[in-house]
């Protein structure tokens, strides 16, 4: 299966070598080289033992090799001869083109693999024209700038490694310790430089390439960012990037401003280039990019904490970890993400040598006096120039908070808006039941997910697993959002910790129209501010008070006629559409989708459609940066849709008719626990803590990031569903399209305006969450138990625990009823994907005798990885006992075992030691002899019961006999939390 460039991932090795007082030296350039040696090991190699997954050296251009006040770009070409092209964008840009160099190599020092792949090189040296005369080398690097984007434009098959009037880079798929010896001129006598940038890349899970290999223009990066997508698209809908207002040039030459084909860290630095370019100080650019962790900081300068407020209002963050070496070609510094999940360490000698680097001791410093040594925290940074010499964290943001009077800009520009209040007085019980029939609401979600959450303030809890068809497959409508896969971080970017790591979360949202990302004024800050996405009916009501919230706030109805039939849901989402272009174009700041026009002759359409095509067609008219979307969904009514409305573009969402109906049952229940407004009150507990335990599973921190990134995939629409309304998502499979989702979305309308003569409108119970009869197919229902249950004369009984009834059945040892279970599961509906599938011969069969023996087959066999708490003791040694005597594997999971059982260890029957055993976040029932008792160990990185959520036994398991082997308290719910960082 072809790889999709959207999830490549890669761990790297980074750093920098500088002098302080920024004096050239070959010195400089060989410790670098050194550096980039030592972390080799960050890398990886092919079986030629020399094609590598890439590595890079940026430096000042060197004088004695380029000439004084010459540029460099440097070029990988895949097509024909570019110079004409170069040529003609050099004259648009009045550029003086002094000389073509081929950079000298030796193929010798890297592998086949990397030859093969190698593309031509070709070095232009030219001349900047300052027109101000005045040798302004930002000037020069703004006219090296559009001449890189013209060649870009005019050009195929040609990679634009660097640009410019102050550095240059060299990088390629050599080995970090033969990089030199590729390229000649790194070891040339003559290549001085004050500072060098390094980096080492490791691709986790794609193919090397030689463009992909760091450092890129201005940074080089180690980690990802998770929240990309949602990056990319904001950067794509922004109307008007203020280019040429800052005297950079013509908006269209700098469109788009992020390559898609580029990696993440690729797009970072194309971002931190256009605000560089555009005016901004690079130490300004990282931090509105990846700003440290500000929201709940109560230790905060204020005039920093006004410079974060203020740059909120023109960038979301770059989320995810990160560490970051960047240079302007003055100076050079470092950073780190908010989580600071990435390790940076410093070095400043006492003779100027600057070391900052992912390894300890990569750069040896001795020989060079006494040495102050530290590590950057999460948000620091450090930069070295040679004005300033090194300037630490709080230096760095002192200097970039008093670039302009921020604190003052937010202070008066944006506007606090309440989140509102719960709702007083819910509809009559028949209006209401009949929105939520139909709005597809059922009796089960009331039961296992409003009310709990109404009164405990936290999702429920279920039981891992779901045997349920997959939405296209089942026999019941299902709403939109079930079609969705959450995804989650794994490999190198890790998930984070929602509850441990809350200070560094945030649902701080702004609302209103934006200003060009390249403004520093006043007018950028004039937006309305609200401490959540959450929003009750009343918070909706106040935002259309023009006395208060001076936005054109406009409400658009979100609804379809019924006359229209099926094809009635496309049409009018396509009529939203283009009622929403119009509308801001005309000056609306504030969209409101509503479905407050649902009636007989109206039928809602789903939010999610609504607000992802919305958001979409903004996206593509370059007009979604001048509005907000507000969705007032009567449809919305768990975490789940919650976060996908929020990652197809919602700004804020109020679940009217979920705050309705707590409402509604808080009132009819006169048992409890909390009255109408406390129960909503928990519900938005509820909602909110559920949300940002999505996020964390993605290792985002703010819902800013998370907004538009679309971290999904798709299972069972239609591809004209998914190019209208969830434009790029991963959808690997098709499914059902346009009609049947609007013969669904009229199926549970007609139930509630059109129920059958002589029924009352009333909620269904299809059965999505618990077996019922004549409800939804569940995979692991009673019929197919009963199938195994019949041998041994066993009646299945809703009291009676599946694996008890399974054993007692294989007891009878009937084949006939194996049979019989296979048939029914053979025969069952198509539930997954796999049932879709036919097995067709590879040919003829082959002879039992040249088939490797079951006995050695069943060697390669193990158990999932259950816990003793999640099973009970006795389905635990059972599972262990029977694998042992097969010659397979047990997998303990990650509880702990008796170490009773470890002494059975090599019985020839009885052997109840697991030989699989897990070691995760939380470390229960982990000793020195639970490892020592392993034939294989699993570490679990983000990973448990529920992916990128970690492990999570309720506290109602916890008896005192796990308790005891987990090393903890019984009656203590145990959660391993999903990231672990000494890993």
């Known amino acids: 299966m072809r790889c999709d ?48 997954d890439g590595s890079g050296l940026l430096v000042p251009i060197p004088a004695a090799i380029f000439g004084e006040g010459n540029g460099v770009a440097s070029l990988f070409l895949r097509a024909d001869d570019p110079r004409k092209a170069i040529e003609a964008a050099a004259e648009a840009e009045g550029i003086e083109l002094v000389d073509w160099r081929t950079p000298p190599t030796d193929d010798a020092h890297v592998g086949d693999q990397a030859r093969a792949s190698r593309p031509a090189m070709l070095q232009v040296i030219f001349r900047a024209a300052d027109p101000s005369g005045n040798g302004d080398q930002r000037a020069d690097e703004r006219q090296a700038f559009r001449f890189r984007r013209r060649i870009e434009a005019a050009t195929d098959g040609v990679y634009v490694a660097s640009c410019s009037t102050r550095t240059v880079v060299y990088k390629g798929l050599a080995a970090a310790d033969a990089l030199g010896d590729f390229y000649p001129d790194l070891t040339d006598e003559r290549f001085a430089a004050p500072f060098a940038v390094f980096h080492q890349r490791f691709s986790t899970n794609t193919a090397p390439s030689w463009e992909r290999a760091q450092p890129f223009r201005m940074l080089c990066h180690n980690g990802e960012i998770n929240a990309i997508q949602g990056n990319q698209h904001r950067m794509l809908a922004r109307a008007v990037l203020g280019t040429e207002a ?18 993440d860290s690729g797009k970072l630095d194309a971002a931190t280039e256009l605000l560089v370019h ?12 990846v700003p440290e962790a500000w929201e709940n900081a109560r230790d905060l300068e204020p005039e920093l904490r006004g410079f974060y407020r203020y740059h909120s209002a023109l960038m979301e963050p770059w989320d995810g970890p990160a560490g970051l070496i960047f240079t302007d070609g003055r100076g050079v510094g470092a950073s780190l993400d908010r989580n600071g999940l990435r390790p940076l360490r410093w070095s400043v000698c006492e003779d100027g040598l600057v070391v900052c680097c992912s390894e300890a001791g990569a750069v040896d410093t001795s020989g060079h006096g006494l040495v102050q040594r530290g590590r950057l925290g999460p948000g620091q940074m450090i930069f070295v120039d040679p004005v300033d010499g090194v300037t630490h964290d709080a230096a760095c943001k002192e200097r970039i908070a008093a670039t302009a009077p921020y604190a003052r800009w937010s202070a008066d520009g944006l506007l606090e808006l ?22 597809g609401y059922t009796k089960e979600e009331l039961a296992m997910v409003l009310k709990p959450m109404a009164a405990d ?52 949202t702004l609302i209103g129209p934006r200003q060009p990302i390249l403004t520093e004024t006043a007018a950028a800050a004039r937006l309305v501010t609200m401490r959540s996405f959450f929003l009750f009916p009343s918070g909706v009501l106040a935002l259309y008070d023009r006395e208060r919230f001076p936005f054109a706030t406009v409400p658009l109805d979100a609804t379809f006629p019924v006359a229209e039939g099926r094809a009635g849901l496309r049409a009018g989402v396509e009529r939203l559409c283009d009622e929403a272009e119009a509308l801001v174009t005309g000056g609306a700041d504030i969209l409101v989708l509503d479905h407050a026009d649902i009636s007989s002759t109206r039928a809602p359409i789903p939010s999610l459609l609504a607000c992802g095509a919305v958001h979409h067609r903004l996206i593509r008219q370059r007009l979604r940066s001048l509005t907000s979307l507000v969705v007032v969904s009567d449809s919305a009514r768990d975490t789940h849709e919650m976060a996908a409305l929020l990652g197809y573009g919602a700004d804020a969402i109020c679940p009217r008719l979920a705050l309705q109906t707590v409402a509604a049952e808080a009132d009819a229940d006169e048992g409890a626990e909390a009255v109408s407004p406390e129960a909503q009150d928990r519900f938005q507990s509820a909602i909110e803590e559920g949300t940002l335990k999505i996020f964390s599973k993605m290792g985002i921190s703010t819902v800013d990031s998370y907004r538009g990134a679309q971290i999904f995939e798709i299972v069972g629409l239609d591809p004209e569903v998914v190019d209208l309304c969830f434009t790029g998502t991963v959808s690997t499979v098709g499914g059902i399209g346009w009609d049947a989702l609007g013969e669904d979305v009229l199926a549970n309308h007609g139930d509630a305006w059109l129920p059958q003569a002589g029924s009352a409108v009333q909620l269904s119970s299809p059965g999505y969450y618990r077996v019922r009869k004549g409800g939804e197919y569940h995979g692991k229902g009673k019929e197919v138990v009963d199938a195994l249950t019949d041998a041994s004369l066993v009646k299945a009984t809703d009291e009676m625990a599946a694996a008890h009834l399974l054993q007692r059945a294989l007891k009878g040892g009937s084949y006939e009823l194996y049979e019989r279970y296979a048939a029914l599961v053979n025969t069952r509906p198509p539930t997954e994907l796999l049932d879709l599938l036919e097995l067709v011969p590879a040919g003829p069969p082959v002879p039992v005798e040249e088939v490797e023996p079951a006995t050695s087959i069943v060697t390669r066999f193990s158990t999932g990885a259950m816990s003793h708490g999640s099973l009970s003791r006795e389905a635990h040694e059972t599972l262990a006992e029977a694998m042992n005597l097969l010659g397979a594997r047990s997998n303990c999971g990650e509880g702990g075992e008796s170490t009773a059982r470890f002494r059975t260890r090599g019985q020839a029957t009885g052997d109840k030691n697991s030989r699989i055993k897990q070691i995760a976040s939380g470390r229960f029932g982990v000793t020195p002899e639970y490892v020592a008792y392993a034939d294989e160990l699993q570490i679990k990185i983000a990973q448990g019961s529920k992916p990128g959520e970690g492990g999570q036994l309720p506290g109602h398991k916890v008896s005192d006999e796990i308790a005891r082997l987990r090393h903890t308290q019984p009656g203590v ?7 672990h960082h000494d890993i």
């Open 5 to 52: 460039p959207r999830t490549e991932l890669d761990a790297c090795g980074i750093g920098f070598v500088a002098d302080a007082a920024g004096r050239s030296s070959r010195s400089i350039v060989a410790t670098a080289l050194g550096g980039l040696a030592c972390v080799k090991h960050r890398g990886a190699l092919a079986a030629d033992a020399r094609s590598a």
């Open 246 to 263: 800052v005297g950079l040039g013509p908006e269209e030459l700098f469109r788009p401003v992020l390559d898609p084909d580029d990696s």
């Open 278 to 289: 555009g005016g901004r100080d690079i130490r300004h650019s990282i931090a509105m990019l």
């Open 418 to 439: 309440s989140l509102g209040d719960p709702v007083q007085v819910p509809p009559e019980p028949d209006e209401l039941q009949r929105r939520q029939v139909a709005h």
């Open 457 to 508: 303030a936290h999702e429920p809890t279920f039981a891992m697993g779901d045997d349920s068809p997959l939405p296209h497959l089942a026999g019941r409508p299902r709403p939109i959002h079930h079609y969705l896969c959450q995804r989650f971080a794994q490999v190198t970017n890790p998930p984070i910790d929602s509850i441990r790591e809350r200070r560094v979360m945030s649902l701080r």
């Open 973 to 979: 719910a145990l959660i391993s939390p999903p990231p």
